[in-house]
């Protein structure tokens, strides 16, 4: 069964695996992007002002040959663009339309592409087109129509266009692990909650060397004594692999993250299905699961994002909010500010920018805000920032 | 103002104008020195060489005194549409309804240059969460609440979608702070599949039908939010007539590019070619009168291309420009360097090519509107590059990135990477701040390094 890897909660894992090739959504290794063994593309100019994030999940679909296929979305611009690089990247000298489904002219590979273009052989890479707009009839079907042409690229890689029964059942089966999921959550910590969603994300705890998709397992199903501190938030962009250590960072300075909304975290599950209606038309309750609910930054207008912050604030009773957000992330830093103003809250900007070494910023001065996180040191860094933001709190 | 053409401080500049006045020389009614625009604060002026042609003069003093005209459509009872982000679309079917007229608050992103940052856009941005590590369209953000550069909308629309993360960012921002916004979807462009019906758009992309039919359903909606605001309906006749009216300012531009970019010796600064571009986009807020300002500037051109006199000396580096400059003084630079401009993609060819009048007039609008090079993969954008340099001769290539913004993180490399490999050109990218003096020697030399490859190479 060919695997296809994807970051976007945005792909729905269920539609992927209906057609029975095998979903991964991953969080990808900050350090699949360091100058070897592939530094002749990822070290050269485009370094400078690229997402630490983007360019992690260039660097993961680079290195991992072996997947069937890797899925992007439009959901921000440097993902739209890094799609195109490694597509182009994978698959030097082939027209785009294959390289890239939704891509461009031909192309000879990316400039000083040096060893990676000459191997080429990269998986597939596909960009699904997520409408930022989400309020009118015509961003639905925009939406239906790129699972469709998803759809046709599966089946292109070898998979099955599923009958309607077959979707209806996994969307199903995906529905019953998903609650089941959503009901252990509140049983973990954090950081367990976290890794569990990963692991789902993951399709299994199983792990593929060649794809290095290893994520820790480093708790039993449940935790007993649930970490005591001062409630915070976290809310923001994804987290990439190792990022989980953040949580120990927060409560080793007195906290304790009473609501993940990252990327990664529990808002960006899709909204459990209408069994009634799933019969009937499972692709367009798939598209209601997921396009007609998930919350997010790059949506306009914003409106969910909001709402599902002021409900699940209000629950968790958090006292503070951590942005985590990637240098060069526009949507999130701009989401900071008005965090403040509409929560009433104080709020952390933790601007996390990879390995500092490695990403100097596009005006060749130090990173704004000073840089965080995401490596290990990074998150070191961190710690101080985090540790007085508690102290606030307190 | 005749004779060998040569460019002039501000000052000399205004001293023509000054004894053109005197003389009695018919100029238009907002035309006058540009120093009154220092007095406003608009200082770097000061710091610029400009053409010394009327035609020229008349071109900047059009520019700068936008703001007065919007002011007097309001006073007028005209409606003002914000049109945000498309950057050429909208505005001409605003300007089909005779009571609208639009302009683009995006282009409060060249005020901090203009103003030598004396004007504190940036400095309000950062207080509403908008910091440096964003383009400086962010000064747009500030206009909005200091409400000093440009009269609030009556609408605004902004298109999102396959567009940059800053303005998509940016424009959230201010619809929270309570200016609503009518957004609409603008697609990732992408290849058509095998089989997949497709449609050609202007400047030759192809896309898939489906994706112009979804644009020309977001234009509708668009359409419907301007006849509402108009107070009259926005029918296909007005559109068509609308349309042709913007090609004519197109066909100018086209005639005046042509000659600016091939004649030599450069017959027109690389200054006044951006301006002149830029009223491609919405007319600098009156159509008719940009019609005459394009045909005066292109009148000067083809005397001084009938009479082989320029600006610059015979035999300069020829460079094509890609992605507008954030500091105006830069392409004042270029030319100081020994280059001379040779074509230009400034984030806006789609604004530039004919939109079709064979088709229905929504039609021809999405598909105008899904030609824009910033919807659609690098490569597509780099295509264009490669041809239009190829078609204006142009010996050397300058990616110009803008900080912080989304879009020039990967670009650069994709389109420097394809025309060293289509045209075996030299590529030199370049970062350019709002105000570019600190990086003035840096700039420089990188400018001067490129225009010395390229004369080298034509002793090969």
């Not at chain 1, 991953?26 to 100019?45: E, F, K, Q, T």
């Not at chain 1, 994978?90 to 002219?105: E, L, Q």
């Not at chain 1, 794809?211 to 480093?218: E, M, S």
């Not at chain 2, 059009?62 to 549409?81: C, N, P």
Request: proline share 8%; aromatic share 6%; with cysteine.
């Amino acid at each position: 069964m060919k695997t296809v890897v994807y970051s976007s909660p945005f792909v729905p894992a269920e539609w992927i695996a209906a057609h029975g090739v095998r979903p991964r959504r991953i969080r990808p290794d900050p350090a699949a992007a360091s100058p070897s063994p592939y530094g002749p593309v990822l070290g050269a100019g485009p370094i400078m002002g690229v997402c630490p994030y983007a360019r992690a999940f260039m660097g993961e679909v680079l290195s991992a040959p072996a997947a069937g296929a890797a899925v992007f979305t439009t959901t921000c611009d440097q993902m739209r663009r890094a799609a195109e690089w490694a597509g182009r990247a994978c698959h030097p000298g082939t027209a785009t339309s294959r390289a890239v489904a939704g891509g461009a002219a031909p192309w000879h590979g990316p400039p000083k592409a040096g060893r990676l273009a000459s191997r080429g052989g990269g998986p597939p890479v596909f960009l699904m087109n997520v409408p930022a707009t989400w309020q009118t009839p015509a961003a639905a079907r925009l939406y239906r129509d790129e699972l469709r042409r998803l759809g046709r690229f599966l089946v292109h890689l070898g998979g099955t266009a599923p009958s309607r029964d077959r979707l209806a059942e996994t969307l199903e089966a995906y529905d019953a692990r998903r609650a089941a999921l959503r009901g252990a959550l509140g049983t973990l910590s954090a950081r367990q909650a976290s890794e569990a969603i990963a692991r789902f994300d993951l399709g299994s705890e199983k792990v593929s060397g060649t794809l290095r998709l290893k994520v820790p397992d480093t708790f039993s199903d449940a935790a007993p004594d649930l970490p005591r501190g001062t409630p915070v938030a976290l809310v923001g962009g994804p987290l990439m692999r190792g990022d989980s250590r953040i949580f120990d960072v927060l409560e080793k300075a007195g906290g304790v993250v009473v609501l993940d909304g990252t990327e990664s975290g529990a808002r960006t599950l899709p909204a459990p299905v209408d069994r009634r209606r799933l019969r009937d038309d499972p692709l367009m309750e798939l598209v209601d699961a997921y396009f007609g609910t998930i919350p997010d930054a790059f949506r306009r207008p914003d409106a969910l994002l909001y709402q599902w912050l002021g409900r699940e604030l209000a629950a968790s009773a958090a006292r503070g909010i951590i942005v985590w957000r990637y240098v060069w992330c526009d949507m999130w830093a701009a989401a900071a500010a008005r965090l403040r103003e509409t929560t009433g809250l104080p709020v952390l900007d933790l601007d996390v920018s990879g390995d500092p070494a490695r990403q100097p910023s596009r005006l060749g001065r130090a990173v704004p805000g000073g840089g965080a996180g995401a490596s290990p040191a990074g998150l070191a860094r961190s710690a101080g920032r985090i540790q007085a933001f508690m102290e606030v709190l307190k | 103002m005749s004779g060998s053409p040569k460019r002039l401080t501000m000052e000399e500049l205004d001293r023509l104008c000054h004894r053109r006045q005197a003389a009695g020389v018919p100029m238009a009614a907002y035309a006058g020195p540009l120093a009154r625009h220092v007095a406003d604060g608009d200082r770097r002026l000061l710091k610029l060489l400009y053409d010394d042609s009327a035609a020229a003069l008349r071109l900047w003093n059009f520019l700068l005194t936008e703001e007065d005209r919007l002011h007097e459509a309001r006073a007028a009872g005209r409606k003002i549409v914000g049109t945000m982000k498309d950057l050429g679309t909208v505005p001409v079917m605003a300007y089909a309804l005779p009571n609208l007229v639009a302009f683009y608050p995006d282009g409060a992103w060249w005020t901090p240059c203009v103003m030598e940052l004396s004007e504190g856009l940036f400095g309000i941005a950062q207080s509403l969460g908008l910091g440096d590590a964003m383009c400086p369209v962010r000064a747009m953000a500030g206009a909005f609440i200091n409400r000093a550069h440009f009269p609030l909308p009556d609408l605004l629309t902004c298109s999102v979608g396959a567009t940059c993360d800053d303005f998509s960012a940016i424009a959230q921002r201010l619809e929270s702070l309570g200016y609503p916004i009518l957004w609409w979807e603008m697609p990732s462009r992408r290849q058509p599949d095998p089989d997949e019906p497709a449609a050609t758009l202007p400047g030759g992309f192809r896309a898939p039908e489906s994706q112009v039919a979804l644009v020309r359903s977001e234009l509708d909606r668009v359409r419907a939010a301007l006849s509402e605001l108009a107070g009259s309906p926005l029918a296909d006749e007005a559109l068509a007539a609308g349309i042709r009216e913007a090609n004519r300012v197109r066909g100018i531009l086209g005639r005046l590019r042509r000659l600016a970019y091939t004649a030599d010796p450069c017959p027109m600064p690389a200054l006044e070619m951006l301006i002149a571009e830029m009223l491609a986009i919405h007319f600098c807020s009156d159509r008719a009168e940009s019609v005459a300002v394009l045909t005066e500037l292109l009148d000067e051109v083809r005397r001084r291309a009938d009479e082989h006199v320029g600006v610059l000396p015979a035999g300069a580096a020829r460079l094509f420009w890609v992605n507008p400059v954030a500091d105006l003084r830069v392409m004042n630079l270029l030319e100081d360097c020994g280059a001379r401009l040779c074509g230009t993609e400034y984030l806006f060819c789609h604004a530039l090519d004919a939109i079709p009048q064979d088709l229905p007039p929504m039609e021809a609008l999405a598909r105008m509107a899904l030609a824009d090079p910033m919807v659609g993969p690098s490569a597509d954008r780099a295509a264009r590059v490669v041809r239009d340099a190829r078609a204006f001769g142009a010996e050397g290539v300058v990616v110009s990135r803008i900080p912080g913004a989304s879009h020039c993180a990967l670009e650069g490399a994709v389109i420097g990477g394809i025309v060293r490999d289509e045209l075996g050109l030299p590529v030199v990218e370049l970062e350019v701040p709002p105000v570019a003096d600190p990086l003035w020697p840096t700039l420089k030399t990188r400018l001067e390094a490129l225009v010395e490859t390229v004369l080298d190479r034509r002793t090969r």
